[in-house]
T-cell receptor, first 115, second 115 residues
């Protein structure tokens, strides 16, 4: 069974629109971490955020915000007032205490911001 | 400071040949991970080192793949008798600790093409 599901394969929006990337995860561990990484066309994975399973507070960092809801096993990512530089593939990932904290990745969502 | 570096950035080889891919982690990081990313997919875990030892090699696809980290810093991923299906981007990541609370930071990857 897929442990991390990113149902949106590709999203295209016009600059300045808000956009939300969905992530649904599955785990039996009580201790786990959730991540978002950005992979721009250059290819290097850039860390955006880490959340542990005991902290359900939402997080905001500039134009980025994350909504963690254990009740629905979701960790969604919203970009407000999107910019062309936000164009990239975004990956959601899970690490579990029971799996040596290796990252288990979703398939990624390709985000295209049109000028 | 310096991030994770990987060499070579690109490697083209012929089917059946042997290749070595190198990863230089962030100084002081004790944990090191190798992942493989095929086109259009999320990374796939291969192996995890804590110090010099392979703490988890459950992701290595078969015995043609082997990795070492003899001095607890630089790691080399070795692939014997390469096959066309081995073509992918090989990613290395390091983290400060054993991974439970520490974020993995990624290198730029080595793109391996097997002809």
């Amino acid at each position: 069974a897929q442990k991390v599901t990113q149902a949106q394969t590709e999203i295209s929006v016009v600059e300045k629109e808000d956009v939300t990337l969905d992530c649904v995860y599955e785990t039996r561990d009580t201790t786990y971490y959730l991540f978002w990484y950005k992979q721009p066309p250059s290819g290097e994975l850039v860390f955006l955020i880490r959340r542990n399973s005991f902290d359900e507070q939402n997080e905001i960092s500039g134009r980025y915000s994350w909504n963690f809801q254990k009740s629905t096993s979701s960790f969604n990512f919203t970009i407000t007032a999107s910019q062309v530089v936000d164009s990239a593939v975004y990956f959601c990932a899970l690490s579990e205490a029971g799996s040596n904290y290796q990252l288990i990745w979703g398939a990624g969502t390709k985000l295209i911001i049109k000028p | 400071g310096a991030g994770v570096s990987q060499t070579p950035s690109n490697k083209v080889t012929e089917k059946g040949k042997y290749v070595e891919l190198r990863c230089d982690p962030i100084s002081g990081h004790t944990a090191l991970y190798w992942y493989r990313q095929s086109l259009g997919q999320g990374p796939e875990f291969l192996i995890y080192f804590q110090g010099t030892g392979a703490a988890d090699d459950s992701g290595l696809p078969n015995d043609r793949f082997f990795a070492v980290r003899p001095e607890g810093s630089v790691s080399t991923l070795k692939i014997q008798r390469t096959e066309r299906g081995d073509s992918a981007v090989y990613l290395c990541a390091s983290s400060l600790g054993p991974g439970d609370t520490d974020t993995q930071y990624f290198g730029p990857g080595t793109r391996l093409t097997v002809l």
